[in-house]
């Protein structure tokens, strides 16, 4: 709970998403014009302004809010963190900026894929007026200040409105969900392969992009700087994104349900972690939404249009 200092101007902030830690973080990248990376949900808002306060950002002090995906346990807080900090940019994938604007076709589909847990665990999306949102750019730089950047890596896959942000100082990159989930109670790397857009040739792609910018380490939204070197961390990633897909391309070519498929070959891995660690995981990253992911993926080939 609260904030760890990972490196010189980067503190990681627990937002607590459904009370539970090590769950969810945001990351303060500090400087002249600091930046917050991932709000979190709406649900984690009162918890991250309590920190940003306790770290002494005060509300004219924020100069930007990067979000690398538009999933609302990432950005559900934008609109509320936009009004607390009013001087601060949105940054946000081209593919994004206009569910921040206007959010209502986003919530709409979140209440129909989570139901009633869409208010008790994550809350909705209030908008972010447009003339606040910066749409960034493959390759594009935030100015962090006294040559301090965050570089945006566009890494469709997880979502087609995904980026990575490099920080130029620390060299740590800020991943979103593109590499998967580890929750550090569990220590198991878990792809995320949710609807609408997932598509496992861009996610494969995006894994390579990123170990192409050599990061020095490697922070997910779930949870927290890997200790694993990125190299190893990257390559553990595409073969599990890989295997998942295997399996779940068999099943859809023989006719079997996939979720049983993916149960039957992944399921028992965290046997043995508390229930409480398996409860955190399933409603997060579950199964059955993962193999919802990749079977619209796989329907979505077969036809052979785009996921894009």
Partial sequence: MGTTRLADGVVEIDTLLGGWERMTAGYLIEGPRPVLVETGSQSSVDTLLEELSSLGVAPSDLAGVAVTHIHLDHAGGVGDVARAFPKATVYVHEKGARHLADPTRLVDSAARVYGPLLDSLYGRLDPTPPERLHVLQDEEEIDIGDGRTLRAIDSPGHAKHHL?????????????????????????LRPATPPPDFDLDQALASLKKFADHR?????????????????????????????WGEVATGAFERGEDIAAALEERFGGQFDSAPPEYREKLETLNGIHSNAAGLRRWLETRSRGDSAT
Avoid: C, K, N, Q
């Fill in 164 to 188: 990575g942000l490099l920080d130029s100082s620390s060299g740590l990159l800020f991943a979103g969900d593109a590499v998967g989930v580890r929750l550090p109670d569990g220590g198991i």
């Fill in 215 to 243: 990061p020095v380490g490697i922070a997910l939204a779930h949870y927290g700087l890997v200790p694993i070197p990125p190299g190893e961390l990257l390559e553990e990633a595409s073969e599990t994104l890989s295997a």
